[in-house]
């Protein structure tokens, strides 16, 4: 069922609109993850904080599928998404997305909130670094791409691959993270407050998170050839951390709020300054929206390349820096060789089978990126 939440109403009634509202449409509609979510709530908030400094009338559109929070977005009935690892995904035509219906999309980031991620290990594993899982039992989600492409850019970090692992699919993500408590597993990957994690911490087994030095360039180089979408993180908010104690960990971008290329670059930029704007007004909605402040979600990398609108706000603020211009513009030459390909590569297949199809456009991609680092 869809939900909708009108925000500002008093304010617009009363004409109490402060001139800055002008800059932003009166009333706009955002796609997020479905009621209960972290990207709902934080949607949620950032809406409020919307209508009450500038009278903007918001729509939220719930949906707990990639494609329910991206096909808004793309077809123009929602302005922008608060989106996770889809909008990666949907930029490489990747998993759901390899399919002559999708391929890859044409979409920019506004801003994300950093996101953190790690392995996570029963503390009696016998696993203290990335390359210590060798041998070990790993949980994966079966139907989850987004963590077990995570978990595969970690085990890279350690020079490992799936291969060198024992993969134990389990039916649902709930199930994964209790595996540990159960002795079905030796670890996974995950963020670091899901709630079975607080129950391995507390059971006899114990819990340990296994750190991703920052210093480690080697490392950080493998898990970004597998998933260039995330970044080092200190993270001080996880089961079993005890007051003031931080781990190294991955952080991606979640929520990344996401929108079309061609989107006015004016209305991104009132988007995003009214982002900044308003930042005290959201930033206790939860216990991790401070890291809405632009210095954190305002800058690279993200799962697309930023939007130009976005940018020139960013640079204004004196937040975006020459090593961020740099990432973008290898990002938007892989997205446009990404969907140049695509050109090609639809039309001369499209008859194929569906499992045929998409392995053919995989081989595609392996091909456009080795152009690029050619």
Known sequence: MIITRFLGVTALALGIVPAAAQELPRTMVWSAYDVGSAGYAEAS??????????????????????????????????????????????????????????????LRAIAGRPASFAMVTAADAG??????????????????????LKCEAILAFGGLT?????????????????????????FTCTTPTTSQLYELAESPRGIRWIPLDADNKEGWAALDAVLPIMSPFEEDIAAGLSDGETVAMAAYRYPVIATKADKSADEVYAFVKALDETFDLYKDGTATMTRWDLEQSGLPPADVPFHEGAIRYLKEKGIWTDEAEAWNQKRVMRLDAMLAAWEEFKPANEDLPPEEFSAKWKEKQQEVLESLDS
Not at 127 to 148: L, T
Not at 163 to 184: C, L, Q, R
């Open 45 to 106: 908030a950032i809406a409020d904080a919307f209508g009450k400094k500038f009278g903007t009338k918001i729509r939220i559109q719930p949906s707990g599928s990639s494609v329910g929070r991206l096909q808004p977005v793309l077809t123009g009935r929602a302005d922008y998404g608060f989106l996770a690892t889809e909008s990666f995904f949907v930029s490489e035509g990747e998993f759901d997305f390899s399919t002559p219906e999708w391929g890859p999309q044409d």
């Open 127 to 148: 696993i203290e670094q990335v390359a210590d899982a060798k041998g070990k039992r790993a949980a994966f989600v079966v139907g989850n791409p987004s963590v077990n």
């Open 162 to 186: 799936t291969d060198d692992v024992e993969v134990v699919m389990f039916p649902t993500y709930a199930a994964a993270m209790s595996s540990m408590t159960k002795n079905e597993a030796d």
